[in-house]
C-alpha cells in the first residue's frame, strides 16, 4: 500500500524567507511523485511532479522538491516566499495509476 | 469551459436526503477520479473510471455512495440516506493519456453539508 506523511499541519513564514515543506512516502519501489497547491475555494493545481531521472525537479511559481530515495522523502523548496504562495500543499504518490494525498500542510505568509 | 467544472458548488441537505453532485471533465479526458476532501484533511480517493467504465470503486466508504459515468464524459456521484459525516468536499479530477502519468486536473469541488 502507499501512503504519504506530511509531518506540519501548518508553517508560518515570513514574506521574503524561504520555504521547506516535508513530505515522506511508503511504497515498495520507485514511485510517481508530486506536489499540489489548493487555494481556499479552489481545486487543486499540479506545482511539480517526479517519475524518474534527476532527483531535483523544478516547478511553476518558484518552487522546486528534491527526491531522495534513502530518506523516502520529498521535500518541497522555494527561496523566496511571497505573500500569494499562502495556501494548502499536499504531497501525494501514485503507484499504479491512483494518486495518494497526504494530509497538507498550510501555509501561513507574514507580511 | 477548459477546466474541470464541478455542480453544484455548495449543497446543503438535511440527514436522510438523497444526493447527486455532478462533474464535467475536461473534452476528451479519458480518466476520471473522484476524491472525498473531509475539513482539514487531504483527498480520500473514492473511485476511478477510465471512460465509461468504473475500474476502482474501493474507496467508497459505504452503500450508500455510487457513482457512474454512462458515456464516458459527464459522471455523477449519488448519495444515498446522506448522514453527517458525509459532510465535505467532494473533489472530482480529470486526466488524459496524453498529460503526464498521474497529473490531475481537479474541479473546485462540491462542498456538502449534511443537517
Known amino acids: 500500500a502507499q501512503s504519504v506523511t506530511q509531518p506540519d499541519i501548518h508553517i508560518t513564514v515570513s514574506e521574503g524567507a524561504s520555504l521547506e515543506l516535508r513530505c515522506n512516502y511508503s511504497y515498495g519501489a520507485t514511485p510517481y511523485l508530486f506536489w499540489y497547491v489548493q487555494s481556499p475555494g479552489q481545486g487543486l493545481q499540479l506545482l511539480l511532479k517526479y517519475f524518474s531521472g534527476d532527483t531535483l525537479v523544478q516547478g511553476i511559481k518558484g518552487f522546486e522538491a528534491e527526491f531522495k530515495r534513502s530518506q523516502s522523502s520529498f521535500n518541497l523548496r522555494k527561496p523566496s516566499v511571497h505573500w500569494s504562495d499562502a495556501a494548502e500543499y499536499f504531497c501525494?504518490?501514485?503507484?499504479?495509476?491512483?494518486?495518494?494525498f497526504g494530509r497538507g500542510t498550510s501555509l501561513i505568509v507574514h507580511p | 469551459g477548459a477546466g474541470v467544472s464541478q455542480s453544484p458548488r455548495y449543497k446543503v441537505a438535511k440527514r436522510g436526503q438523497d444526493v447527486a453532485l455532478r462533474c464535467d471533465p475536461i473534452s476528451g479526458h479519458v480518466s476520471l477520479f473522484w476524491y472525498q476532501q473531509a475539513l482539514g484533511q487531504g483527498p480520500e480517493f473514492l473511485t476511478y473510471?477510465?471512460?465509461?467504465?468504473?475500474?476502482?470503486k474501493s474507496g467508497l466508504p459505504s452503500d450508500r455512495f455510487f457513482a457512474e459515468r454512462p458515456e464516458g464524459s459527464v459522471s455523477t456521484l449519488k448519495i444515498q440516506r446522506t448522514q453527517q459525516e458525509d459532510s465535505a468536499v467532494y473533489l472530482c479530477?480529470?486526466?488524459?493519456?496524453?498529460?503526464?502519468?498521474?497529473?490531475?486536473?481537479f474541479g473546485e469541488g462540491s462542498r456538502l453539508t449534511v443537517l
Open positions: 479530477a480529470s486526466s488524459s493519456p496524453e498529460s503526464s502519468a498521474g497529473e490531475l486536473f
Open positions: 501525494a504518490v501514485m503507484g499504479s495509476y491512483i494518486p495518494t
Open positions: 473510471f477510465q471512460n465509461e467504465a468504473q475500474l476502482d
